[in-house]
């Protein structure tokens, strides 16, 4: 089973002028007094269409696009891509405050010398070390437990495609 999103993860306060602009879904609640709206390819464009090569790491989120989240958001945000099947693919992060991009981190089983495996990862994760969505959602305050990464303890795990987070595709 796949896993694919994109996304915002912030406050409803620092996403709302997102909600309003990019006519996304509701947000969904998280813990943590967070919530996530999604971003599919259409409001990835609205945020900021450009010809310019993603950051190193992603597949969407360009330099332009990363200084149009920023200048926009209202408070701490995280803006995740996932992209994983049959137990391959990678995740990207990156976090914003104070109107900056301020941290980013990417892992990936396709990409060497970054990469390693879901199960490394997992493996990773259980001993302590953090994949790069696991420390954003660090940055915004979200704990982990003995049981749970910081993924598990928000939920997460609830929500493997677009879809899963609201966004209709006509067929």
């Known amino acids: 089973m796949g896993h694919h ?13 997102f909600v309003t602009r990019l006519g996304s879904p509701a947000p969904t609640e998280l ?18 269409m ?3 090569p993603a950051i190193d790491g ?3 989120l360009t330099p332009h696009m990363a200084e149009e989240i920023a200048a926009a958001l209202s ?26 991009l301020t941290w980013w981190g ?3 089983s396709d990409a060497p010398p970054v990469g390693s495996s879901l199960a490394d990862l997992y493996e990773k994760t259980a001993n302590g070390g953090k994949s ?3 420390e954003g959602l660090s940055r915004l305050g979200v704990v982990r437990s003995e049981t749970c990464d910081e993924f ?11 879809e899963a987070l609201g966004i209709e595709y006509d067929d």
């Open 58 to 60: 992603f597949t969407y």
């Open 106 to 108: 990417a892992e990936s």
């Open 31 to 48: 813990s943590f007094g967070l919530v996530i709206i999604p971003l599919d390819e259409q409001r990835l464009d609205a945020i900021a």
């Open 152 to 162: 598990d303890q928000i939920g997460l795990q609830r929500f493997r495609s677009l």
């Open 5 to 17: 999103i994109n996304a915002l993860i912030g406050t409803n306060e620092a996403l709302k002028s």
């Open 50 to 52: 450009s010809v310019e």
């Open 75 to 100: 408070g701490p945000t995280l803006y995740v891509e996932t992209e994983y099947f049959g137990g391959m693919g990678g995740q990207s992060a990156a976090y914003f405050e104070n109107g900056q």
């Open 132 to 134: 790069p969505i696991n």
